[in-house]
């Protein structure tokens, strides 16, 4: 069945099953792989994306439901640009494998956007549907303070406490 999607500022045409999930469209059918498969129910956010601006997990969402425009993590940078989360990812060395990476940095592009200052408390909050077996949540909070252009760095959130 053809779909007609926006994925990453780009109109896209996509036959695909009405059912099969976006996160297999995204990856097997158009060949973006920075979301990842992770636990399949929605509960790790490796496979992240968002959906008009807010996060949402691609493993959970048919081809069918998706309306509106998806960014993937390769459709964050823009203009050649890193968006200040990806920047402060690399300054501070947040990722180690990498696999939940792009989710991690999606959710907090939908919670910035939002609110553009979070307490630790509200990344907190935002980002515990995200999932990181390399326990690097000291740094991602770090990351999203940098981007959002907190001059401190709160409680738990230096590069060495990682």
């Not at 990842?36 to 956010?45: F, L, P, R, S, T």
Request: some cysteine; glycine content about 10%.
């Amino acid at each position: 069945m053809p779909f007609q999607l926006t994925i990453n500022r780009k109109p896209r045409s996509v036959d695909a099953p009405a059912d099969m999930p976006l996160l297999w469209v995204l990856r097997d059918v158009l060949d973006l792989k920075g979301a990842k498969y992770g636990c399949g129910i929605g509960a790790c956010g490796a496979c992240t994306v968002l959906m008009n601006g807010e996060a949402v997990r691609s493993c959970q969402i048919p081809v069918s439901a998706v309306k509106g425009n998806i960014t993937t993590i390769e459709g964050l940078a823009e203009d050649g640009k890193l968006h200040p989360l990806q920047k402060a990812w690399i300054d501070l060395d947040v990722a180690q494998c990498g696999y939940c990476q792009g989710g991690q940095i999606l959710s907090a592009a939908s919670l910035l956007a939002k609110n553009p200052h979070p307490s630790d408390a509200d990344i907190s909050s935002a980002m515990t549907g995200n999932i990181c077996r390399c326990a690097t949540y000291n740094r991602i909070r770090a990351a999203i303070h940098q981007a959002a252009g907190d001059s401190a760095t709160k409680e738990g959130g230096s590069h060495a406490g990682a």
